[in-house]
C-alpha cells in the first residue's frame, strides 16, 4: 500500500477576522513541532480576508503550516461580482482551494458542473483542490449514501486527466455529520472512503488510488479522531469547528497520541 502523508485540515468557515487569523495561526505555530509536520501535513482553510495576513506570517516565520482557500471562482478574471479567482490564490501562494463544500452546494447552489469547473480552474492555476462530497441525512437513510457520493466524486473530476488527480484529496463529509456533534462511525467512515479509492482506481488506475488522499469530515474532535484515523482508507480530516480552538486542532494533528 502506498504511503500517504496524513492531511489535517481546518477549515474555519466564516469565523475569525484577519486580526484573529493572525493570533490562531502563531498559536498553532506554537503549538505544533517539527516532529509533528514529520508525520503530518497541516493545513488552514481561512476566510478570504486572511488569507494575506496568513501569508505574511507562513513566509515571515517560514512556518510549515499550508494554507488555501474555502472556495474558488471556475473563472480566472473578468466581471465576476463578489467572486474571488485561481490567479489571485495562487498569487497568495495558496497551496489548496476546496471546491463542492456541501455549505456551497447547499446555500449557493453549487453543483457537479461548477465544481467539476473549480477543480479544473484549481488546475489551472498550480492549486490543489479538495474535493468535498457526501451525502445528506436522507439519502443515508434511503441506503443510497455510497452512490450518492460516487456521483458527485465522478461529476467533480469529470474530464480531469491522471496527472491532476493524481494529486488531488478527497473529502467525504456526510452532511448530517457536519456540525451536529453526530460523528460517523469509523466503519461509516471506512466504508465510503474505501468506495471512493475503488472509484478513483476505476476512473483512472490503482496506483493513483493508492496514492489519493481521503480526508474524513464531519465533527471530527481529539476525542474520536484517532479511531477514524485508523481506518486503512481514511489519510487525514476536514475539521470544522473543533478547528477554531487552537489546542484542540494540535491534538487533532497529533492524532496518534489521543
Ligand atoms: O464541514 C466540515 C469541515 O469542512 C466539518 O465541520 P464540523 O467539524 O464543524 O462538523
Known sequence: MASRTPLMAGNWKMNLNHLEAIAHVQKLAFGLSDKDFDEVEVAVLPPFTDLRSVQTLVDGDKLKIKYGAQDI????????????????????????????????????????DICNAKVKAAYRHGLTPILCIGEPLEVRKAGSHVAHTLAQLDGGLKDVPADQAATVVIAYEPVWAIGTGEVATPDDAQEVCAAIRARLAELYDGVLAEGVRIQYGGSVKSGNVAAIMAQPDVDGALVG????????????VRFRDQ
Not at 469547528?241 to 487533532?252: C, N, Q, R, W
Open 73 to 112: 471562482s471556475a473563472q480566472d478574471s473578468g466581471a465576476y461580482t463578489g467572486e474571488i479567482s485561481g490567479p489571485m490564490l495562487a498569487k497568495l501562494n495558496c497551496t489548496y482551494a476546496v471546491v463542492g463544500h456541501s455549505e456551497r452546494r447547499q446555500y449557493h447552489g453549487e453543483n457537479e
Open 241 to 252: 469547528g473543533a478547528s477554531l480552538d487552537a489546542d484542540e486542532f494540535v491534538k487533532i
